[in-house]
């Protein structure tokens, strides 16, 4: 009965780009646990201007401030790489966060990673050179997308790096002159993955490292079995072993 009621519910969404998942200010109605997408986090700056602060994909969660008791979105959460997640009703994660520990510890674990990223990123955004802060979010997105080969538009590149369009333009020049990466069009290939971890700042390695602390090196930016996916991941399995394709159960639990 219990496991029924927590997985009623949880099923794989697609991420459609640019669709908004919650919005600052927001109720956060739905969990979400990337399995090959990646998800923005924009915060609103004065005028029309925003922020990227942060990037979710397979290795985490979108609605962090849920674990801790707070249900309104700080920020917009935009899908900016299409593909799937699973979807957990909000009211659903907290039950299980206030009954299951080793849950809590795992996700307690992500907010802690959560968190020093965006630390990372206050420090990046005020201290890094534009091209060196884009290859650090090039390969965040890489790693998150997992593939080389992804589409940012230009717009949006401005709105990661919170510069104007000519700055993306000199930064992507720059790293295109040097053969690391290959950008026409807002595709973007990345040919030389070590060279542009040489050209990124610090902040890319601060990051894996603290991740691979906390988390795990299983998981280091690229595995959800690692992460809390995990514990979504089973307990939707455990449902589709209850029930057939059309809610029906088809084995005894
Ligand atoms: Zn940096």
């Given at each position: 009965m219990a496991r029924r009621r927590l997985t009623a519910g949880q099923v794989p969404v697609d991420l459609i780009?640019?669709?908004?998942?919650s919005d600052a200010g927001e109720r956060i109605r739905h969990v979400y646990f990337p399995i090959d997408g990646f998800i923005s986090l924009i915060t609103p700056a004065k005028g029309r201007r925003q922020l990227e602060i942060g990037l979710v994909g397979s290795e985490g969660m979108l609605g962090v401030p849920l674990l801790l008791?707070?249900?309104?979105?700080?920020f917009r959460a935009m899908v900016q790489g299409g593909g799937r997640a699973w979807r957990v009703d909000a009211a659903t994660l907290q039950q299980e966060i206030m009954s299951n520990a080793g849950v809590r510890a795992t996700l307690n674990r992500y907010l802690y990673v959560f968190l020093a990223q965006l630390m990372q990123t206050s420090t990046c955004t005020r201290f890094h050179r534009i091209d060196a802060r884009l290859a650090r979010w090039l390969l965040m997105t890489r790693d998150r997308a997992h593939t080389d080969h992804f589409h940012l538009t230009h717009e949006f590149l401005a709105l990661m790096l919170g510069v104007r369009r000519v700055g993306v333009t000199r930064a992507a020049t720059a790293l295109q002159r040097r053969e690391l990466i290959r950008y026409r069009r807002g595709d973007?290939?990345?040919?030389d993955v070590r060279g542009l971890e040489r050209a990124a700042c610090a902040c890319y390695a601060v990051d894996k490292g603290i991740y691979a602390r906390i988390i795990g090196s299983k998981g280091a930016?690229?595995?959800?079995?690692?992460?809390?996916?995990a514990f979504v991941t089973a307990r939707v399995e455990n449902s589709m072993e209850c029930y057939g394709e059309n809610g029906a159960m088809s084995r005894s639990q």
């Amino acid at each position: 009965m219990a496991r029924r009621r927590l997985t009623a519910g949880q099923v794989p969404v697609d991420l459609i780009v640019p669709e908004i998942l919650s919005d600052a200010g927001e109720r956060i109605r739905h969990v979400y646990f990337p399995i090959d997408g990646f998800i923005s986090l924009i915060t609103p700056a004065k005028g029309r201007r925003q922020l990227e602060i942060g990037l979710v994909g397979s290795e985490g969660m979108l609605g962090v401030p849920l674990l801790l008791g707070v249900s309104i979105s700080p920020f917009r959460a935009m899908v900016q790489g299409g593909g799937r997640a699973w979807r957990v009703d909000a009211a659903t994660l907290q039950q299980e966060i206030m009954s299951n520990a080793g849950v809590r510890a795992t996700l307690n674990r992500y907010l802690y990673v959560f968190l020093a990223q965006l630390m990372q990123t206050s420090t990046c955004t005020r201290f890094h050179r534009i091209d060196a802060r884009l290859a650090r979010w090039l390969l965040m997105t890489r790693d998150r997308a997992h593939t080389d080969h992804f589409h940012l538009t230009h717009e949006f590149l401005a709105l990661m790096l919170g510069v104007r369009r000519v700055g993306v333009t000199r930064a992507a020049t720059a790293l295109q002159r040097r053969e690391l990466i290959r950008y026409r069009r807002g595709d973007i290939s990345v040919l030389d993955v070590r060279g542009l971890e040489r050209a990124a700042c610090a902040c890319y390695a601060v990051d894996k490292g603290i991740y691979a602390r906390i988390i795990g090196s299983k998981g280091a930016q690229q595995g959800a079995a690692a992460s809390a996916t995990a514990f979504v991941t089973a307990r939707v399995e455990n449902s589709m072993e209850c029930y057939g394709e059309n809610g029906a159960m088809s084995r005894s639990q």
